[in-house]
């Protein structure tokens, strides 16, 4: 059986292409792209207009909800893809008080003022001020001015934008604003009508989403705060477990729309996680804002969009990320007050997963692991094979689990609690990796599997019975294969003694090639080995007891590289191999009742030339 998980990466690649004047103004298409991934942007609001890029089977959609054309954006009343500010979201009354003085401002929604008013920065034009079209960090920043008494807020303001790709799966979004003159409330954020199923593929309603809040701030009935801060456990507003947004949306007049309250105190805070199932695509969204207003899409009736296509309501969801809605009347809200002269930032990623992986349950072996390089093309970063009964008839040990002891075993034999054990032997007179039958040579029971989703594991459990290979006691084994975040692999091997003491060291044995596994040799990479000593072996492989410091060998783990015929690396973290005859090593003796556990973690990430 072949088990795969799979996790779709979703690139927001910028690659500057070309500008299109409208009606010989200055406002410009300006389409970036790169490979499949593709955005197109107008400077009219700095919005997005589309965001290509494939789902799980390749198959290139437009992920955001908008209109073909930049004249369709002027009439916009739904802030599709918009920078929103001055402020974002709702500023109750439309007035606030700051150093004594009162502002009236500008009306444009019942008595109250929605992201920023009718001259808000979503609907004015911004200036492109610098981009770059291609190479490890593409972006495009554009800025406004917006001058004192603007919209009615006090100061004069000069804003910016900037949309860069910093690693092939990460869109970053960064705001900045500086106060020229006079102290002013800023909040600003984005707007994007995110379905990641495809914007002309329906509602969102069975898109899974998980919000890291607790905390909500209540709404009056014109979704102006009431001040208050209210906890959502038991409510439908309650998304720390991942669920599917039309599970409870019906408990809800008309849909989301309210703030979240971010758990998290970090200069970067998880925001969100969506996942579209029929696709495979999942979003994950940081940010450095303390909220994140959750809208579902509610007022889009007969709304014709992109290519005709007709947007209903719930058809998209938005993450806007931001301080609280009108903080600037709430005093115990966090302040969005920026004095003359101070700089505001606000920072947005998008980390779609980077990993995904091919399991089988023959050996508990990885079969793939697929990544991208730093242009975004995916290239698969282990040795193996393309066929399961390959697997059987491997000598080599590909992606497999190893146990019950990992490693070498001495004569393959090994005293404990007085009793002599003798094992079976699979090379020259020891064992290797516990032998012909070992844990890489059975097969495993699939316990638990999830395919896809925000955070993808299968768990192998195997059982061990006395005996086998000459191991006393039977032993209860499993392994959990997860992809956490968006760039680590988590392998976590635990195993129960059932009845007698026993040894037990397993690890697992992929071949790494990052460069891909067809790339040809390793010698050229950079390896860097966190240790200081060794244990040298004897002709054979066997470790004779000793632990030897590396200093000014071959082995100062910096530059030196532990290869197989030259063609990957494996780093197999186990106990010390043959501990079991060597009182001076870390024991590897489990007792009856005692768990073993074993946890590896691989980050991957793009380096910069």
């Not at 492109?128 to 593409?138: A, L, Q």
């Not at 804002?289 to 014709?304: H, I, L, R």
Request: net charge positive.
């Amino acid at each position: 059986m072949s088990s795969k998980i799979n996790l779709f990466i979703c690139f927001f690649i910028f690659h500057v292409l070309a500008a299109a004047s409208v009606s010989g103004s200055n406002i410009g298409i300006y389409e970036l792209k790169k490979g499949n991934f593709s955005v197109k942007l107008t400077n009219y609001g700095a919005r997005i207009m589309s965001v290509f890029l494939p789902d799980k089977n390749g198959k290139v959609d437009d992920i955001i909800l908008g209109y073909d054309t930049v004249e369709e954006y002027l009439n916009d009343t739904s802030y599709f893809g918009a920078a929103l500010g001055r402020v974002a979201n709702r500023i109750g009354g439309a007035q606030f008080t700051l150093n004594g003085t009162h502002y009236q401002l500008v009306r444009n929604t019942r008595k109250h003022m929605l992201h920023g008013g009718p001259k808000g920065f979503s609907n004015v034009v911004w200036e492109v001020s610098k981009y770059v079209k291609d190479g490890p960090c593409p972006y495009i920043t554009l800025t406004y001015f917006s001058p004192d008494g603007d919209q009615g807020f006090p100061g004069a303001v000069l804003a910016s934008v900037t949309y860069a790709l910093k690693d092939p799966c990460k869109l970053s979004v960064v705001f900045k604003a500086k106060a020229l003159n006079k102290a002013t409330p800023i909040n600003l954020s984005h707007h994007p009508y995110w379905n990641i199923g495809g914007h002309n593929s329906g509602d969102i309603l069975s898109n899974v989403v998980q919000i890291f809040a607790s905390h909500i701030t209540p709404l009056d009935k014109y979704l102006i705060p009431t001040g208050e801060i209210s906890p959502i456990k038991n409510t439908p507003y309650d998304f720390l477990k991942p669920r599917e947004v039309g599970s409870r949306i019906d408990e809800i007049e008309n849909g989301y729309d309210i703030n979240y309250v971010l758990d998290s105190t970090k200069k970067m805070k998880p925001v969100a996680i969506a996942y579209d199932k029929k696709s495979g695509r999942v979003m994950n969204v940081k940010a450095s804002a303390p909220g994140v207003q959750f809208f579902t899409s509610n007022w889009n009736n007969n709304k014709k969009g992109k290519g005709g296509f007709i947007y209903q309501p719930h058809a998209a969801l938005t993450f806007e990320t931001l301080v609280f809605p009108d903080a600037v009347n709430h005093p115990n809200f966090p302040s969005i007050i920026v004095n003359s002269g101070e700089r505001y930032i606000h920072k947005v990623f998008c980390w779609p997963p980077l990993v995904s992986i091919k399991v089988t349950n023959y050996g508990a072996t990885i079969i793939s692991v697929f990544l991208p390089d730093k242009n975004g093309k995916i290239g698969d970063a282990v040795l193996g094979y393309d066929k399961i009964k390959e697997y059987k008839n491997d000598t080599s040990y590909f992606g497999a689990a190893l146990g019950r002891v990992a490693n070498q075993i001495g004569g393959a034999q090994f005293t404990l609690n007085g009793t002599h054990y003798q094992l079976v032997r699979n090379t020259r007179r020891h064992m290797l990796h516990g032998s012909l039958k070992g844990f890489s040579k059975v097969v495993w029971k699939v316990s638990k599997y999830v395919k896809d989703g925000p955070c993808p594991y299968i768990t192998l459990t195997y059982h061990s019975p006395d005996g086998q290979e000459g191991f006393p006691g039977d032993v209860l084994v499993s392994v959990t294969y997860k992809l956490e975040d968006h760039y680590k692999l988590s392998v976590v091997f635990k195993a129960k003694s059932l009845n007698k003491a026993t040894p037990i060291t397993l690890s697992h044995h992929p071949y790494w090639n990052i460069g891909g596994h067809n790339s040809g040799d390793v010698l050229s990479q950079v390896v860097q080995i966190f240790a200081s000593h060794i244990t040298p072996l004897d002709k054979q492989h066997v470790p004779i007891g000793e632990i030897s410091p590396v200093k000014n060998t071959p082995y100062t783990g910096e530059r030196w590289i532990c290869v197989s015929a030259s063609f990957s690396i494996v780093f197999e973290d186990s106990r010390v191999p043959d501990a079991v005859n060597h009182p001076n090593f870390p024991s590897p003796i489990a007792t009856p009742g005692n768990t073993y556990v074993h946890s590896v973690i691989y980050t991957f990430s793009i380096k910069k030339d």
